[in-house]
């Protein structure tokens, strides 16, 4: 063989070489084959789980939990549910306050669930504690607070009251800004010795109590000190309720929780009608 030949001729290592590059290249094809599988499986089962799979298509797909009072039919009305139904189209988050601005709930929270689909929808229920009035543009408006001293329509209250029937607790004069106030005092009406008859705020914000045993009662503005009146409030109906009694006490002011004062009739003069009035501390 000439030496020519013996240049020409691949030896034994670039043979080898060659082989491991067909190799590598028919492994890459192969993988790249299974990435297009793959994509196009996903991008099929997607098509199909967000075309037929991932909808709402009957109202036994909807799930009401944690309330005796809102039905499922309510949910669907309120969230104007038309089947069939997108699950991706719905935003749980708009759909939550959408439902508890209508239903007789303290609390709303939607999930979207995707195997099987389905929308499930927990609630708090709401219960009227007590009857309400405010004042609007229109009027005197009647309904309702819970306990947390949210105002409740009518049409919100509707098989939320407590047992028992219509509360006979009022609170009147209701503002949305006095809510902490109020639910303060909701909360703690049962610790105050005495039965609660009504919750009143003057336009100004000034609170008012009337209670069985000692008749009306200011508290003064709501601010940081208004836990201390109602500690007074307290003592007070445990041990000024029988003292005063037949005094025909007018009014008793707790604005100063460390100077409460009493308004009582005034005396009758000795020999006049009348005589100036008098306060007690």
């Known amino acids: 063989m000439s030496p020519v030949e013996t240049e020409r001729r691949p030896g034994p290592g670039a043979e080898r070489r060659r082989q491991l590059r067909l190799q590598r290249r028919s492994q890459r094809l192969r993988e790249i084959w299974r990435v297009l599988v793959l994509v196009g499986a996903s991008a099929g089962l997607g098509w199909v789980l967000l075309g037929q799979g991932w909808s709402l298509r009957s109202p036994s797909q909807v799930e009401v939990v944690g309330s005796r009072q809102v039905s499922r039919d309510q949910i669907i009305q309120e969230a104007r549910l038309r089947f069939p139904v997108q699950l991706l189209n719905l935003q749980p988050r708009q759909l939550a306050a959408q439902l508890a601005a209508a239903l007789p709930v303290e609390n709303v929270q939607v999930t979207r669930l995707m195997l099987p689909p389905r929308l499930r929808i927990d609630l708090v229920d709401r219960k009227a504690v007590a009857r309400a009035e405010r004042r609007t543009g229109k009027g005197l408006e009647q309904g309702y607070v819970d306990r947390l001293g949210n105002w409740m329509t009518s049409r919100q209250q509707s098989g939320a009251m407590a047992s028992g029937g219509a509360p006979l607790l009022l609170v009147s004069g209701w503002q949305d800004h006095l809510r902490p106030p109020l639910a303060q005092v909701l909360g703690r009406s049962g610790q105050l010795g005495s039965t609660l008859i009504e919750i009143h705020f003057e336009p100004n914000g000034n609170l008012w109590l009337v209670t069985s045993s000692l008749g009306k009662v200011r508290l003064g503005l709501p601010d940081g000190q208004l836990g201390r009146r109602l500690d ?22 707790l604005s100063d929780p460390d100077h409460p004062e009493l308004g009582l009739p005034p005396k009758p003069r000795p020999g006049g009608p009348g005589g100036p009035g008098m306060g007690v501390d």
């Open 232 to 253: 007074m409030l307290s003592h007070l109906s445990s041990h000024l309720a029988t003292r005063v009694k037949g005094l025909k006490v007018q009014s008793i002011d």
